[in-house]
């Protein structure tokens, strides 16, 4: 049985066997929680990444999808690296935004991973609702079989962490 655990605060000062990274499809860091994992975690993770574009993924992550590099200088083994949609008024991405938590689960299950912080997907630049994005986030995790023991939902403010805390009361 997988525990699902909540933490406020920075997801690169977390401990864990595999740190999730909010991606853009380019893999070569960006802003928000992309910036800051390729900040913290050093040069390691954008060589690693390059050898992705240079190899399978030459045109970029697809979204939904998931892949893992080294995490370089932070306290994890690895980061996966998953591409959130970015949201729609006018056509429902939700099964791209629950397919980048499965397809990161399954990267930690491949790799061995026991434990597992996420951030938020999608919820900051990309303009996913964070009640929404908390929904889609608990929802799949719960429903998703994995050998994960732990799954650590990282917010970075308080009001992602309310609207996770209520999906999991």
């Known amino acids: 049985m997988t525990r699902i655990t909540l933490v406020q605060g920075d997801i690169t000062r977390q401990t864990a066997d595999a740190i999730v990274n909010a991606a853009n499809s380019s893999l070569l860091g ?67 935004l629950a397919s980048c938590y499965r397809e990161s689960l399954k990267r930690a299950d491949e790799l061995g991973a026991r434990t597992i912080a996420f951030p938020a997907v999608s919820t900051g630049v990309y303009g996913w609702p964070m009640d929404d994005g908390a929904r889609i986030a608990v929802t799949t995790v719960q429903e998703t079989d994995t050998a994960v023991e732990e799954v650590r939902f990282v917010l970075f403010d308080n009001h992602a962490y309310e609207a996770f805390a209520r999906r999991l009361a």
């Open 30 to 96: 960006g802003g928000g929680v992309d910036g800051a994992i390729h900040r913290r975690g050093g040069p390691a993770i954008l060589a690693e990444c390059r050898k992705l574009r240079v190899g399978h993924y030459g045109k970029g992550l697809p979204t939904g999808q998931a892949v893992a590099t080294t995490a370089g200088e932070l306290d994890a083994r690895w980061v996966i690296h998953t591409v959130g949609p970015v949201h729609s008024d006018t056509e429902d991405r939700s099964a791209l």
